[in-house]
Structure formats: structure tokens, C-alpha cells
Nanobody, 123 residues
Framework: QVQLVESGGGLVQAGVSLRLSCAASGRTFSEYTMGWFRQAPGKERESVAAISRSGIITYYADSVKGRFTINRDNAKNTVYLQMNTLKPEDTAVYYC????????????????WGQGTQVTVSL
């Protein structure tokens, strides 16, 4: 069992940067693959990025590749999402998620979810 708490969301202007954090409970954080997902109103939840247990393997959705960076600090039980050059289409609730298996972009394969943090990008 792992509990996840996101932070760092807010209202920002297009073109700026924002860094999201996800703090996980427990001393077994390093055993979980971590992912970031987002969901806009009226749309399905979609994968944004994922990172392996060691931090060596990463995945990015095409829509964010080159702009977003996922990384983790296992000593701090924290995973981050650095979001650069934000666009209005990035507006969504962003969720942190964890799974015991390998890197995946599938919502259904993640076992634990945070409460979400709102990111709103205005023009």
C-alpha cells in the first residue's frame, strides 16, 4: 500500500514553467514504477510520463515530449514532473500514480493514485 500526494499545481500563463511534486509514503518507494497522468473536463485520463524504479527508463506522451521531464528522488520518496513551455492544452487535473510492475502508459495498470492537482494555463 502506498499513499500519494501531489502538489505544485496552479494558474499560470502560457509559455512559463511549472514543477509538480508527488510525495509517496513508505520505505518501499523505490520498488514502484511511477507515472503522471492528466484529465481535462470531458476527456479520458491520459498518460503524460512514466519512470522506472531505478529512474533509468522513461516514457513520454508525444504531446509533451521535449517539454516535460519526469524524474524521481528515491531518497526523498518523491517523483517530479518539470513542465516547460506550457500551453493552454496542458490544462487538466494532473495525477500521480504508482504500480509494482514495469513502465506503462496504461491507466488500468496503475494501482495507486493521488488526489490530483489542478494545472490551468491561460493565454
Amino acid at each position: 500500500q502506498v499513499q500519494l500526494v501531489e502538489s505544485g499545481g496552479g494558474l499560470v500563463q502560457a509559455g512559463v514553467s511549472l514543477r509538480l511534486s508527488c510525495a509517496a509514503s513508505g520505505r518501499t518507494f523505490s520498488e514502484y514504477t511511477m507515472g503522471w497522468f492528466r484529465q481535462a473536463p470531458g476527456k479520458e485520463r491520459e498518460s503524460v510520463a512514466a519512470i522506472s524504479r531505478s529512474g533509468i527508463i522513461t516514457y513520454y506522451a508525444d504531446s509533451v515530449k521535449g517539454r516535460f521531464t519526469i524524474n524521481r528522488d528515491n531518497a526523498k520518496n518523491t517523483v517530479y514532473l518539470q513542465m516547460n513551455t506550457l500551453k493552454p492544452e496542458d490544462t487538466a487535473v494532473y495525477y500521480c500514480a504508482a504500480r509494482a510492475g514495469s513502465v506503462s502508459s496504461s491507466v488500468a495498470q496503475y494501482d495507486y493514485w493521488g488526489q490530483g492537482t489542478q494545472v490551468t494555463v491561460s493565454l
